[in-house]
């Protein structure tokens, strides 16, 4: 994919829009693309026809035909509208924002699970298109469904189409999600096994820090959305003789797509089982604070802003050169750790351990109250 990005400022502050356009560029890159040209535009509000003025359109089309760029990426979400009449005038792909990200997870999901949620997400997010678009993208996906013909008979069958696979993958993943549900049960709340789960915006290093704690072998990649399948592992410490199960999942990223929060849903649920939340956070990004809100909305959104959390503030070794320099952790439940140098992961685990222990001490009281 050679992309030619539209950037367009619909009353955003500079240094956001900024941020907004280079997380865009990432995503161009984590799509197995390459961004080779961009496009900026100021807007008070969106044309809609095209989202921008007529005459941008015009400008972008022949930049696009000068430097052979074969896709069109804007930073914004378009209607079925725009998109169908920018990809007429601009004769390639035309993506929008949550296009992008679907492609990153159709790309990425492996587990039959995650492959199926991304599928819905992506059918969700074409179904309100059919009248529009071209509908060569349909092809791909569903079982291969014929694009032949034009007109309203042909979006009609489409349409239908779409909605028959929709429910489909939809049953399929209740069977999915109640098998997992029944694991679930069968493991649920063992006093002597901790539940953890690694949360954080994408490319923060939940994975990585996963195959410190576990020297499990796990799929690392400097690429955003490199999970989207949950994977549990598991810690033993002999010398307190406890467990703890530990999850890796799907990052978060600012304005995450409505579909993909739906289609996620169960995955992002498996967090509510967790004892405790690691928030794994890149603290060499210059971002990190704003990355950091938008976790905790996500959260928020998830109701489950009161869970404990731990913040682990990750890739220390980007920031200062040596663990020597590493000062104390001055907040409570916050930790300063390397998962690539293996920095502070001992003092990582004996956290760990502090609520291992306090979760059997809880249970213990629990069982008395019960019991008197
Ligand atoms: N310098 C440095 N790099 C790190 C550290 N931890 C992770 N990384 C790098 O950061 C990139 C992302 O790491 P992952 O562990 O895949 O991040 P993730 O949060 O699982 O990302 P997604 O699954 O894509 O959401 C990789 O290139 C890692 O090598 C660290 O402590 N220091
Ligand atoms: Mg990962």
Same mark, same amino acid.
């Given at each position: 994919m050679k992309a030619v990005i539209v950037a367009v400022n619909l009353n955003d502050k500079e240094e956001d829009f900024e941020y907004k356009i280079q997380e865009l560029e990432g995503l161009v890159e984590a799509a197995g693309g390459t961004v080779v040209g961009k496009v900026y535009q100021?807007?008070?509000?969106?044309?809609?026809?095209?989202?921008?003025?007529?005459?941008?359109?015009?400008?972008?089309?022949?930049?696009?035909?000068?430097?052979?760029?074969?896709?069109? %990426?804007?930073?914004? =979400? @378009? $209607?079925? %509208?725009?998109?169908? =009449? @920018? $990809?007429?005038?601009?004769?390639?792909?035309?993506?929008?924002?949550?296009?992008?990200i679907l492609k990153i997870f159709l790309n990425n999901a492996r587990t039959k699970q995650a492959k199926l949620q991304v599928e819905l997400a992506y059918l969700q997010h074409q179904l309100p298109r059919v009248y529009g678009g071209k509908g060569k993208e349909l092809s791909r996906i569903g079982g291969g469904m014929k694009t032949k013909g034009a007109g309203e008979k042909l979006g009609e069958i489409k349409t239908r189409t779409i909605k028959d696979r929709i429910n489909k993958i939809k049953k399929q993943l209740k069977e999915i999600e109640k098998q997992r549900e029944e694991q679930r049960k069968s493991r649920e709340d063992n006093p002597n096994i901790l539940k953890v789960s690694l949360v954080g915006y994408t490319?923060?290093?939940?994975?990585?820090?996963?195959?410190?704690?576990?020297?499990r072998d796990v799929f690392i990649s400097d690429q955003l959305f490199a999970t989207l399948d949950t994977k549990t592992s598991l810690i033993y410490f002999p010398d307190i003789e406890k467990k703890v199960l530990i999850t890796d999942t799907v990052g978060f990223v600012e304005d995450m797509p409505s579909e993909i929060m739906d289609a996620f849903m169960t995955t992002l649920k498996e967090i509510e089982d967790a004892d405790v939340i690691l928030h794994v956070i890149d603290i060499s990004d210059k971002n990190w604070m704003k990355k950091k809100t938008t976790v905790e909305n996500v959260l928020k959104q998830l109701k489950l802003q009161d869970k404990p959390t731990i913040t682990v503030f990750n890739k220390i070794d980007k920031v200062v050169p040596s663990k020597d320099l590493i000062e104390e952790d001055v907040m409570e439940n916050t930790i300063t750790i390397s998962a690539e140098k293996g920095w502070n992961i001992d003092k990582l685990f004996d956290i760990l351990k502090k609520y291992a222990k306090q979760k059997e001490e809880k249970h213990g009281v629990c069982i008395l109250q019960n019991s008197q």
């Open positions: 100021k807007r008070e509000s969106p044309d809609p026809a095209y989202f921008i003025g007529r005459g941008k359109v015009k400008e972008i089309a022949q930049l696009v035909e000068g430097i052979r760029g074969d896709t069109v %990426v804007f930073n914004v =979400n @378009l $209607s079925p %509208v725009q998109i169908s =009449n @920018l $990809s007429k005038e601009l004769n390639v792909e035309v993506l929008d924002r949550t296009d992008l490319n923060a290093g939940k994975s990585s820090l996963l195959k410190r704690l576990t020297k």
